[in-house]
Structure formats: structure tokens, C-alpha cells
T-cell receptor
Framework: GQNIDQPTEMTATEGAIVQINCTYQ??????LFWYQQHAGEAPTFLSY????GLEEKGRFSSFLSRSKGYSYLLLKELQMKDSASYLC????????????FGGGTRVLVKP | EAQVTQNPRYLITVTGKKLTVTCSQN?????MSWYRQDPGLGLRQIYY???????DKGDVPEGYKVSRKEKRNFPLILESPSPNQTSLYFC????????????FGPGTRLLVL
């Protein structure tokens, strides 16, 4: 089966750093995605990891450890507009682009 | 502008009345997919398509049908909607290769009474 776990909700202060963890147990692994979703809107792509290590993209970084079935998304210098849900998704198969999503982590940024 | 469009954006219907939600993309993507999103359950895949005339079930296909007669369009059909299909639906598309990000449509909010 497929199991992807992430915390339901996190709160942080503007200007701070927040780390969103994602653990997965899937029948296969061919990459992990992070998406951002503002309330009532479509998810938008943030990052993709397929090899172990850290990928940095401006204020956002994503880390992957395949041996531990673990990833995190790091949001630095938080801004109010970062208040959103963050979705972790695993691509289990090499063929096609099927994604299995976690339940999402709602991040609330306070002034 | 590269985009995925869905129609309608909002729909209220009654149990048993057949409906179709359209999805269209202008990026020449091979892969298209339908998801539903429910509180606490995240995004769950309903059906997907690898290319024209190639479709397959996702994780929650019961009560839904799809077709892929043209590359750009991937309609979702509810033959006999029931209240448990009340949800937020997203269509997504991407190139078929590994690691390609999926682009999501704006969503269709469906209420079945």
C-alpha cells in the first residue's frame, strides 16, 4: 500500500523558518514532489527530488533521504503570503506520472 | 498562455442526474489526470490517461468514467452522481516522462444533493 504522512498544521512567525516533514512508505519510489496550495486554489509546483540531498530554490529548499523514506520542505524568511497548504507527493512508478499525495500541511504565518 | 482549464467551476446538482466536467490543456501534454480533494484525505487520483485512447483507474475510480479522444481534452463523467461525490475536483496534465511537474486546473467544486 501507499502511506504518506505529514503534520496537519504548523504555525510560524513572519521572518522565521519552518520545516515541514514528510515520511513515506510506498510500493515504489521514483521521485518526490512538493506543491503549494492556497485555500480554494490549484496546487502549484515547488520542488522535485529524486536523489538524496538538498535542493535549494530561493527561500524554499527540499531534502530527501530515500533510505529513511523521508523528506522535508524548508521555508526561510517566512512571508504572510506563504500561509498555505503544502502537499508532499510521491511518484511510485517509473512509468507514467502517477502521484500519490499526503494529506497536506497547513502553514499559518503570523505577524 | 500555457494552462489547464476546467468547466464548470461550480456545480450544484441532484442525485442521479448525469453530469460531465470538462478539462482541456494547451501544452500538448501526453499525461492527464483527475483528482478529488476532500478535507483530511488530501488529493486522491480518480483516473489518468497516458495518451489518446489510453486510460486507467486511479485510487478511487468508482462512480466515475473518463474518455480521451483528443490529446487536449479529458472529460470526467459522473453517470449517476451521489452525495458522497460532493468534492473539489482537479484536472492535471504533464509530459509523460519522469519528474515532469503536473499542472493543475483551477478546480471544480461539486455539490450533489
Amino acid at each position: 500500500g501507499q502511506n504518506i504522512d505529514q503534520p496537519t498544521e504548523m504555525t510560524a512567525t513572519e521572518g522565521a523558518i519552518v520545516q515541514i516533514n514528510c515520511t513515506y512508505q510506498t510500493s515504489g519510489f521514483n521521485g518526490l514532489f512538493w506543491y503549494q496550495q492556497h485555500a480554494g486554489e490549484a496546487p502549484t509546483f515547488l520542488s522535485y527530488n529524486v536523489l538524496d540531498g538538498l535542493e535549494e530554490k530561493g527561500r524554499f529548499s527540499s531534502f530527501l533521504s530515500r533510505s529513511k523514506g523521508y523528506s522535508y520542505l524548508l521555508l526561510k524568511e517566512l512571508q504572510m503570503k506563504d500561509s498555505a497548504s503544502y502537499l508532499c507527493a510521491v511518484r511510485p512508478k517509473a512509468a507514467g506520472n502517477k502521484l500519490t499525495f499526503g494529506g497536506g500541511t497547513r502553514v499559518l504565518v503570523k505577524p | 498562455e500555457a494552462q489547464v482549464t476546467q468547466n464548470p467551476r461550480y456545480l450544484i446538482t441532484v442525485t442521479g442526474k448525469k453530469l460531465t466536467v470538462t478539462c482541456s490543456q494547451n501544452m500538448n501534454h501526453e499525461y492527464m489526470s483527475w483528482y478529488r480533494q476532500d478535507p483530511g484525505l488530501g488529493l486522491r487520483q480518480i483516473y489518468y490517461s497516458m495518451n489518446v485512447e489510453v486510460t486507467d483507474k486511479g485510487d478511487v475510480p468508482e462512480g466515475y468514467k473518463v474518455s480521451r479522444k483528443e490529446k487536449r481534452n479529458f472529460p470526467l463523467i459522473l453517470e449517476s452522481p451521489s452525495p458522497n461525490q460532493t468534492s473539489l475536483y482537479f484536472c492535471a496534465s504533464s509530459y509523460a516522462g519522469g519528474g515532469e511537474t503536473q499542472y493543475f486546473g483551477p478546480g471544480t467544486r461539486l455539490l450533489v444533493l
